[in-house]
C-alpha cells in the first residue's frame, strides 16, 4: 500500500505551533507516522523500542523531570533523544526550551517547535490532522454531495445525470464536495471521508453548459471541502425486466477500504425528480441511524412483523 507523508509545514499551520529553531523550510520535511509520542520513559533512560519517526512532545510533567536532574544526567538524556532526529519535538504550554535543547536541535538537525495549548489539546490536533492527512486513499469516479448534513456519494455510469442532480440538490440549499474523482479516505475503522483532489475543487462539469465553478455562480455556501460518507447511492438507467427494492427493509452496504457505508440502488427514468429523491434518503438513513425503520413500523401496524425475516 502507497505510504503517504504530510509536510511539517501543514501540521504548524493546523496547531498553530510556533518554530523555535528549524534546520531547513518545513515545507521539505515530511511526517510519515499518525502516532505522537510523550517521551517519558525515555527521558528516564529506557532507550528500547523508541519510534523515531513519531513527533516527540513534552508537556508539563516531561519539563518540570527535565528540570529537577543533574545536569549531567539532563544533557545526557536530551541529547539522546535528539540523536535519534525525530520528525520534530514540541513543547506544549507554552513552555520554553532548555539550553540544551537549543544546542541539540541545532546539532542535529531537529525541529523544535512550541505550543501554548495543553498537552492532550495539542496531542488530539495533531492526531486528527495526521490521521486525515495520512489515511490509506482511494479515488473513485462519482459525486459527492452534502444533504441535511449527510454526505452522500452519488455512483453510476458516465451521463446516468450524477452532475445534474448534484446541481438541482445545490439550488435547493444543500453543498457540493466533489465532482467526477471524489478522493475517499480511511480515517478510522468506521469513518470514511471525501473530499475533492485540489486542482478540480468546487468545479463541476454539465454537458451542453461546459464547466462551472459552482463556488463563484451559486456562492461559498454552496460548496465544502470534505464530509464524512454516510450514504452510497447508485444511480442507473431503469430496467423493466429488474426488481427493486420497495420497502426498504433490505439493507444493503457498499464497501469502502473496508468500511461497510449504507448503500441503496436508484433506477432513473425520465419524470423522477432525483434531487427530492435523494434528500428523502439522506432524511431516512438519518432516521435509521437514530433506530427508526418506517418499513418495519409499518408492518407492526399491520401485524405482519413476526411474517418477515429481517
Given at each position: 500500500?502507497?505510504?503517504?507523508?504530510?509536510?511539517?509545514?501543514?501540521?504548524?499551520?493546523?496547531?498553530?505551533?510556533?518554530?523555535?529553531?528549524?534546520?531547513?523550510?518545513?515545507?521539505?520535511?515530511?511526517?510519515?507516522?499518525?502516532?505522537?509520542?510523550?517521551?517519558?520513559?525515555?527521558?528516564?533512560?529506557?532507550?528500547?523500542?523508541?519510534?523515531?519517526?513519531?513527533?516527540?512532545?513534552?508537556?508539563?510533567?516531561?519539563?518540570?523531570?527535565?528540570?529537577?536532574?543533574?545536569?549531567e544526567l539532563r544533557r545526557t538524556h536530551l541529547?539522546?533523544?535528539?540523536?535519534?532526529?525525530?520528525?520534530?519535538?514540541?513543547?506544549?504550554?507554552?513552555?520554553?526550551?532548555?539550553?540544551?535543547?537549543?544546542?541539540?536541535?541545532?546539532?542535529?538537525?531537529?525541529?523544535?517547535?512550541?505550543?501554548?495549548?495543553?498537552?492532550?489539546?495539542?496531542?488530539?490536533?495533531?492526531?486528527?490532522?495526521?490521521?486525515?492527512?495520512?489515511?490509506?486513499?482511494?479515488?473513485?469516479?462519482?459525486?459527492?454531495?452534502?444533504?441535511?448534513?449527510?454526505?452522500?456519494?452519488?455512483?453510476?455510469?458516465?451521463?446516468?445525470?450524477?452532475?445534474?442532480?448534484?446541481?438541482?440538490?445545490?439550488?435547493?440549499?444543500?453543498?457540493?464536495?466533489?465532482?467526477?474523482?471524489?478522493?475517499?479516505?480511511?480515517?478510522?475503522?468506521?469513518?470514511?471521508?471525501?473530499?475533492?483532489?485540489?486542482?478540480?475543487?468546487?468545479?463541476?462539469?454539465?454537458?451542453?453548459?461546459?464547466?462551472?465553478?459552482?463556488?463563484?455562480?451559486?456562492?461559498?455556501g454552496s460548496v465544502r471541502s470534505s464530509v464524512?460518507?454516510?450514504?452510497?447511492?447508485?444511480?442507473?438507467?431503469?430496467?423493466?425486466?429488474?426488481?427493486?427494492?420497495?420497502?426498504?427493509?433490505?439493507?444493503?452496504?457498499?464497501?469502502?477500504?473496508?468500511?461497510?457505508?449504507?448503500?441503496?440502488?436508484?433506477?432513473?427514468?425520465?419524470?423522477?425528480?432525483?434531487?427530492?429523491?435523494?434528500?428523502?434518503?439522506?432524511?431516512?438513513?438519518?432516521?435509521?441511524?437514530?433506530?427508526?425503520?418506517?418499513?418495519?413500523?409499518?408492518?407492526?401496524?399491520?401485524?405482519?412483523?413476526?411474517?418477515?425475516?429481517?
Amino acid at each position: 500500500m502507497e505510504k503517504f507523508s504530510v509536510t511539517l509545514a501543514k501540521l504548524v499551520e493546523e496547531a498553530g505551533l510556533t518554530v523555535i529553531h528549524t534546520p531547513t523550510d518545513l515545507k521539505e520535511i515530511k511526517v510519515f507516522t499518525a502516532e505522537v509520542y510523550r517521551p517519558g520513559i525515555m527521558l528516564a533512560g529506557y532507550y528500547q523500542y523508541f519510534d523515531r519517526t513519531r513527533i516527540q512532545i513534552l508537556g508539563l510533567t516531561e519539563m518540570a523531570y527535565l528540570q529537577e536532574l543533574d545536569p549531567e544526567l539532563r544533557r545526557t538524556h536530551l541529547e539522546k533523544l535528539f540523536s535519534f532526529v525525530p520528525p520534530a519535538v514540541i513543547l506544549s504550554r507554552g513552555n520554553e526550551p532548555l539550553p540544551e535543547m537549543l544546542e541539540f536541535a541545532a546539532q542535529y538537525g531537529v525541529p523544535l517547535l512550541s505550543s501554548t495549548d495543553t498537552t492532550s489539546t495539542l496531542m488530539s490536533t495533531l492526531i486528527t490532522t495526521l490521521n486525515i492527512e495520512l489515511a490509506p486513499r482511494i479515488t473513485r469516479h462519482g459525486v459527492l454531495v452534502e444533504v441535511y448534513g449527510e454526505g452522500i456519494l452519488i455512483l453510476g455510469d458516465s451521463g446516468v445525470g450524477k452532475s445534474e442532480t448534484a446541481i438541482e440538490l445545490v439550488k435547493r440549499g444543500h453543498r457540493l464536495i466533489a465532482d467526477d474523482a471524489v478522493e475517499l479516505r480511511k480515517v478510522s475503522s468506521r469513518e470514511v471521508m471525501g473530499t475533492a483532489p485540489e486542482n478540480i475543487r468546487h468545479f463541476i462539469e454539465l454537458r451542453g453548459i461546459g464547466i462551472i465553478n459552482v463556488a463563484r455562480v451559486f456562492g461559498v455556501g454552496s460548496v465544502r471541502s470534505s464530509v464524512q460518507v454516510e450514504l452510497v447511492v447508485e444511480l442507473e438507467p431503469w430496467d423493466r425486466t429488474k426488481n427493486y427494492d420497495r420497502t426498504g427493509l433490505e439493507s444493503d452496504s457498499y464497501d469502502i477500504l473496508g468500511v461497510q457505508v449504507p448503500s441503496m440502488l436508484i433506477p432513473v427514468m425520465p419524470g423522477r425528480n432525483l434531487a427530492v429523491i435523494l434528500e428523502t434518503a439522506a432524511i431516512n438513513n438519518r432516521q435509521k441511524e437514530m433506530g427508526y425503520n418506517a418499513a418495519q413500523e409499518l408492518l407492526a401496524r399491520l401485524g405482519l412483523q413476526n411474517d418477515i425475516t429481517l
